[in-house]
């Protein structure tokens, strides 16, 4: 992992721990250990770093969806919930992160495009997986998965007590999700 991909993961974690207005250079630094002024080295505004922040965790996203299997709806399933409850718990600082960007974006329209892109490549991979499982209109039925997916990961990242909750109930709620573009 080089320099900028190790700074991205600090400010993911700096900006679910802090918020928005705790995300800075100077926090960055100090999350990833380094010296001041390594932050703004590689990321000279702080645009930037949000949009580091933005691009490495749809690498991080996309690369984990990439090699779930979906050799059916119910395989697809389970391995969607898998995913989110990996993202709700030992990723959750991530998601929690892109929560935080989601909600800046609707007072700062320029995260707002990176953002849509982040969904779109989404979007994409679970359209072409759905399209392979032989889903009718699997362009739109992904369209339609993915906000009632973020719904549930966001209810079970900000309300639910603990972890084992947590992915309890995206076990429950996955399956129905996926019946429902199934059919």
């Known amino acids: 992992m080089g320099r900028r991909e ?6 993911i974690v700096t900006l679910a721990r802090e918020g928005m207005r ?9 999350e990833a250990g380094v010296s001041e002024g390594s932050t703004s080295y590689y990321f000279r505004t702080r645009q930037a770093l949000l ?9 991080m996203d996309t ?18 919930a898998e995913i989110l409850g990996e993202w709700a718990t030992t990723g959750r600082a991530r998601q929690l992160a892109r929560f935080e960007l989601a909600l800046e974006a609707t007072r700062r329209p320029e995260l707002r ?20 499982l032989g889903v009718a209109d699997a ?13 549930v990961l966001f209810d079970a990242v900000t309300r639910a007590e603990d972890e084992d909750e947590a992915v309890a109930m995206i076990r429950r709620n996955v399956p129905r999700l996926l019946e429902v573009v199934g059919s």
Request: aromatic residues 2%; proline residues 3%; charged residues 30%.
């Open 113 to 132: 495009a990176p953002l849509v892109a982040r969904q779109e490549v989404l979007r994409g991979v679970l359209r072409d997986r759905l399209a392979l």
């Open 139 to 151: 362009a739109e039925r992904a369209a339609e998965l993915v906000p009632l997916l973020n719904g």
């Open 22 to 30: 705790g995300l800075t250079h100077r926090a960055v630094d100090r």
């Open 63 to 80: 690369a984990e969806l990439d090699v779930a299997s979906f050799e059916s709806l119910e395989t697809a399933a389970a391995a969607i």
């Open 51 to 59: 949009g580091a922040v933005v691009e490495r965790a749809t690498e």
């Open 6 to 11: 190790e700074l991205a993961d600090a400010a």
